[in-house]
Structures are given as structure tokens and as C-alpha cells.
């Protein structure tokens, strides 16, 4: 497959690390794997002791792992969203940075689920979600939901690929054979001529156009498990587009990281430029904005309407003694920070939008604690003579191994990804897409070698 002469030369600056595994990669493949050896083995324990290893009881049905079910597929939801928006609307400093949204949506996708098994418990009748739907249930909404948002994201990343496997096919690189004749196969016999570049173009249109609205459609289905309850801080019309904001807000964050973190491992920095930083920065300083809106509208309609039972959740989420403190650092770091950091231009930088982004994503894991945590803390009916345990949620160790184990599995599927396919995507990348005239003052800059 015939490529351009910049096309030739991002895929030369990069193959090396298609070839080369390299130490770091490894150590950290490994350092991975331990964390996900932990949380086996914490699997094990709950499987064979039963739900009372977690700090889950009656009460607090919900804790961390439908925590990080609600943020890891919220980032699939905004990975393909950016991903289709780029791609519909030919913004052109977007393409080296579409991968990684792509690549965002698969691996979130993947990894969140499983949270939502480890909080079910029984894997034994698991199939019965199959065989016994019940529409009625919100866990069939979810089967239903993701499995096909599922089947699209990989359909959605495999046509923005399908180029690409064609250039790694025709390419002389000191792989295996195994690896070789993958490429040969996943490239469908793509030769680049007029009938297939048009038959790609339509199809890679047609699913951004069903992604997009997928996404957000799924991501609303997900709000609504919450939304049509009638506890205290769920029952609400704005979660609809309160989570897709928040997926949103949190992927663009999480993007951001990435962006940064390749950039320094495989020194990127003639595609990932400062440019893509700021543009970046400038969506997040929005997106932060709307979700400061919603969330003020989600605390002062619950504190003025002064109904009991939202008040008692209130004063928990304000109360320093309860969440209060949690609920600062949710604010302030998730929202305040970040939209200060990208509007002062003497810390609207790479590194600073990388740091705030770090920290605004952790800050939006805890909202989403304490979105789930207090409300199930705030019985209905008094509870005398209860042990607090079973009132008061408190997550065990286990269930803090099985979420780094699940952290762990999202970066080595980033790691392995990386060593499969380049980061930034070969095929259609034109000159005014990075910053040539950097690299050609620098002709001795190479790739990282042992990266």
C-alpha cells in the first residue's frame, strides 16, 4: 500500500515500537500482572466465602465495584463519542489522537463489566440473564445496552484500522510470522483502490453516526437505574445528561493522560503536540463547566426543596464529619482546578493540563462514590438497634485489590495495544496534522528503542 511522504515517515518513526517489545514494557506488563495476581486471588476469597469478604450488606448493596463499573463505562461512552465526533466533522488535528479514544472505548468496555459481575455474585446462573430476560430488570437494560454498544466499538476501531493492518502487512519489519500473517488477515486484502477507500469511508461514517447517539443513548439507560428510583439523590431528571456529561468530562481527562504518558514513552512529541494539549483543555475547561452546573442544580433542588429524607443525604455529602471532606475534594479538584488551570495561560501547558487532568479523574471516580455510597447509607424506614456495619459502608481490602486489579487491566491493555498497532494512525496523516517542521530540525530524533 503506497503512502505519502509524511504517512511514510510517522509510520518509520514508530514501527520500532511494533517491533521491539523493550524492558520498560515488560517490567510493566509484569508489575501489572501482580496487581491482577491479587486480584485472582481476592476473587477466589469472595467466590469461595461468599459477599462477606466486601463491605457490601443489606443497606449498601452497591460499593466499589459498581463504582468503578459507572466510570470505566462511562469512559467507553466518552472515548467513543470524541472518536465519532472527530471523525464525522474532518477536524484535522484530531486524527492522531482519534486511536486513543478508539482505543479507550474498547478497553473501558471491556474492563467495566466485569465490576458489575464481581457485585452480582452467583457465576453459576449468570447464563440466566440470557436464557430468563426480564425488561422489567435494570440488569437486562445493562446486557442489552452494552452488548450492543460492545459489538459497535469494536466494529467502529476495526474500520479505522483496516488501513493501517494494510500498511504493517506490506511493510518490512523484523516481526514474527505469527504476528505477519495476523496483519495479512486483519487487512481483509485492502490494496487502497477507489472502490475500497470509498466503501471504508461510507462504513466508517455510518458507524460514527451510530456511535455517537448509541453512546449517549446507553449511557442515559445507565442514569436511569438510578433516576427511576425513588431514593434520595437518584430520583432526579437531570442523571440522564448529568452521566453523559460526566462520562464526557472524565474521558476527555483520561485522554488527556494518555496522551501525555506516550508522549513521553515513545517521544510523540511531533503528533501529540502542544496543540492538541490546549485544544484539549479548552474541551475539558467547558465540559467542567456544564458539570459544575449540573452538580450545583443536583445539590441546591435536593437542600431548598428540604424533603426529609434528600436532607439527611445532604447533610451527609457537606457534613465534615461524614463526607464533607470528599465532597470538597470532588468540587474543587474535579471542577474549580481544572478550569483554572486551562484559563490562566501561564499554566496552560502539556504538564499542567496532564496534572490537573490526573487528579480531575480521580476526583470524578470519587463523585461517583459518593453518588452511590451516602444515598444507600440513608435507609427509608429508622433502623433501631442495627450494628452500624450494616448501616455504615466500609470497603475491605479485597474489593481494593479487585479495583486496582481492574486499574492494572486497563494499562496493560493500553501497554499491549501500543506493541500492536501505532499509536498514531498512519494512514490519512498529512503534513499540517503535526508539527513537521520540528521534527525536520531534527533529523537524530528517533523513537524510543527500548520503550
Same mark, same amino acid.
Given at each position: 500500500?503506497?503512502?505519502?511522504?509524511?504517512?511514510?515517515?510517522?509510520?518509520?518513526?514508530?514501527?520500532?515500537?511494533?517491533?521491539?517489545?523493550?524492558?520498560?514494557?515488560?517490567?510493566?506488563?509484569?508489575?501489572?500482572?501482580?496487581?491482577?495476581?491479587?486480584?485472582?486471588?481476592?476473587?477466589?476469597?469472595?467466590?469461595?466465602?461468599?459477599?462477606?469478604?466486601?463491605?457490601?450488606?443489606?443497606?449498601?448493596?452497591?460499593?466499589?465495584?459498581?463504582?468503578?463499573?459507572?466510570?470505566?463505562?462511562?469512559?467507553?461512552?466518552?472515548?467513543?463519542?470524541?472518536?465519532?465526533?472527530?471523525?464525522?466533522?474532518?477536524?484535522?488535528?484530531?486524527?492522531?489522537?482519534?486511536?486513543?479514544?478508539?482505543?479507550?472505548?474498547?478497553?473501558?468496555?471491556?474492563?467495566?463489566?466485569?465490576?458489575?459481575?464481581?457485585?452480582?455474585?452467583?457465576?453459576?446462573?449468570?447464563?440466566?440473564?440470557?436464557?430468563?430476560?426480564?425488561?422489567?430488570?435494570?440488569?437486562?437494560?445493562?446486557?442489552?445496552?452494552?452488548?450492543?454498544?460492545?459489538?459497535?466499538?469494536?466494529?467502529?476501531?476495526?474500520?479505522?484500522?483496516?488501513?493501517?493492518?494494510?500498511?504493517?502487512?506490506?511493510?518490512?519489519?523484523?516481526?514474527?510470522?505469527?504476528?505477519?500473517?495476523?496483519?495479512?488477515?486483519?487487512?481483509?486484502?485492502?490494496?487502497?483502490?477507489?472502490?475500497?477507500?470509498?466503501?471504508?469511508?461510507?462504513?466508517?461514517?455510518?458507524?460514527?453516526?451510530?456511535?455517537?447517539?448509541?453512546?449517549?443513548?446507553? %449511557?442515559?439507560?445507565?442514569?436511569?437505574?438510578?433516576?427511576?428510583?425513588?431514593?434520595?439523590?437518584?430520583? %432526579?431528571?437531570?442523571?440522564?445528561?448529568?452521566?453523559?456529561?460526566?462520562?464526557?468530562?472524565?474521558?476527555?481527562?483520561?485522554?488527556?493522560?494518555?496522551?501525555?504518558?506516550?508522549?513521553?514513552?515513545?517521544?510523540?512529541?511531533?503528533?501529540?503536540?502542544?496543540?492538541?494539549?490546549?485544544?484539549?483543555?479548552?474541551?475539558?475547561?467547558?465540559?467542567?463547566?456544564?458539570?459544575?452546573?449540573?452538580?450545583?442544580?443536583?445539590?441546591?433542588?435536593?437542600?431548598?426543596?428540604?424533603?426529609?429524607?434528600?436532607?439527611?443525604?445532604?447533610?451527609?455529602?457537606?457534613?465534615?464529619?461524614?463526607?464533607?471532606?470528599?465532597?470538597?475534594?470532588?468540587?474543587?479538584?474535579?471542577?474549580?482546578?481544572?478550569?483554572?488551570?486551562?484559563?490562566?495561560?501561564?499554566?496552560?501547558?502539556?504538564?499542567?493540563?496532564?496534572?490537573?487532568?490526573?487528579?480531575?479523574?480521580?476526583?470524578?471516580?470519587?463523585?461517583?462514590?459518593?453518588?452511590?455510597?451516602?444515598?444507600?447509607?440513608?435507609?427509608?424506614?429508622?433502623?433501631?438497634?442495627?450494628?452500624?456495619?450494616?448501616?455504615?459502608?466500609?470497603?475491605?481490602?479485597?474489593?481494593?485489590?479487585?479495583?486496582?486489579?481492574?486499574?492494572?487491566?486497563?494499562?496493560?491493555?493500553?501497554?499491549?495495544?501500543?506493541?500492536?498497532?501505532?499509536?498514531?494512525?498512519?494512514?490519512?496523516?498529512?503534513? %499540517?496534522?503535526?508539527?513537521?517542521?520540528?521534527?525536520?530540525?531534527?533529523?537524530?530524533?528517533?523513537?524510543?528503542?527500548?520503550?
Amino acid at each position: 500500500m503506497e503512502l505519502n511522504t509524511y504517512q511514510q515517515e510517522a509510520f518509520n518513526y514508530q514501527k520500532s515500537n511494533i517491533e521491539k517489545f523493550g524492558k520498560k514494557n515488560l517490567f510493566w506488563v509484569i508489575f501489572f500482572l501482580l496487581w491482577i495476581s491479587v486480584g485472582g486471588y481476592s476473587l477466589y476469597l469472595q467466590i469461595s466465602r461468599g459477599h462477606g469478604v466486601t463491605g457490601m450488606r443489606d443497606n449498601v448493596v452497591w460499593g466499589l465495584f459498581i463504582v468503578n463499573f459507572i466510570f470505566f463505562i462511562g469512559l467507553s461512552y466518552a472515548g467513543a463519542i470524541i472518536s465519532g465526533l472527530l471523525h464525522l466533522f474532518k477536524v484535522s488535528w484530531g486524527k492522531p489522537i482519534v486511536r486513543l479514544a478508539q482505543m479507550m472505548t474498547i478497553i473501558s468496555v471491556v474492563v467495566g463489566p466485569v465490576f458489575i459481575l464481581l457485585c452480582v455474585g452467583r457465576f453459576d446462573r449468570l447464563h440466566h440473564l440470557f436464557i430468563y430476560p426480564r425488561l422489567q430488570s435494570p440488569m437486562t437494560w445493562d446486557v442489552l445496552a452494552i452488548l450492543t454498544y460492545f459489538v459497535g466499538s469494536v466494529l467502529f476501531l476495526y474500520m479505522a484500522l483496516v488501513k493501517d493492518f494494510a500498511v504493517y502487512r506490506d511493510a518490512n519489519m523484523n516481526i514474527p510470522k505469527w504476528k505477519q500473517k495476523l496483519y495479512k488477515i486483519l487487512a481483509l486484502g485492502y490494496r487502497g483502490a477507489a472502490s475500497q477507500k470509498r466503501h471504508l469511508i461510507i462504513s466508517q461514517n455510518l458507524l460514527a453516526i451510530i456511535m455517537v447517539p448509541l453512546s449517549i443513548i446507553v %449511557s442515559s439507560i445507565l442514569s436511569w437505574i438510578f433516576g427511576m428510583t425513588l431514593r434520595p439523590g437518584w430520583h %432526579s431528571t437531570i442523571f440522564g445528561p448529568y452521566f453523559v456529561l460526566g462520562a464526557l468530562y472524565s474521558g476527555c481527562g483520561v485522554l488527556i493522560v494518555a496522551m501525555w504518558v506516550y508522549r513521553k514513552m515513545y517521544k510523540l512529541e511531533n503528533y501529540f503536540t502542544d496543540k492538541h494539549f490546549v485544544y484539549l483543555g479548552y474541551i475539558m475547561m467547558v465540559l467542567a463547566a456544564g458539570y459544575g452546573y449540573f452538580t450545583f442544580s443536583e445539590y441546591f433542588t435536593n437542600w431548598f426543596g428540604s424533603a426529609k429524607w434528600d436532607n439527611e443525604v445532604i447533610n451527609k455529602l457537606f457534613n465534615p464529619e461524614a463526607y464533607g471532606w470528599w465532597t470538597l475534594f470532588a468540587n474543587v479538584v474535579g471542577i474549580f482546578i481544572p478550569i483554572l488551570i486551562v484559563a490562566l495561560p501561564m499554566t496552560r501547558k502539556p504538564n499542567w493540563i496532564a496534572l490537573v487532568s490526573f487528579f480531575m479523574v480521580i476526583a470524578l471516580w470519587v463523585k461517583r462514590y459518593l453518588i452511590i455510597v451516602p444515598t444507600l447509607e440513608t435507609p427509608a424506614l429508622p433502623m433501631q438497634d442495627t450494628r452500624m456495619e450494616y448501616v455504615k459502608y466500609s470497603a475491605t481490602w479485597p474489593e481494593w485489590a479487585l479495583t486496582f486489579a481492574g486499574i492494572a487491566t486497563f494499562l496493560l491493555f493500553f501497554t499491549l495495544m501500543s506493541k500492536f498497532v501505532t499509536v498514531v494512525p498512519v494512514s490519512g496523516l498529512e503534513e %499540517s496534522e503535526f508539527n513537521h517542521h520540528h521534527h525536520s530540525n531534527n533529523p537524530a530524533v528517533e523513537p524510543a528503542k527500548n520503550a
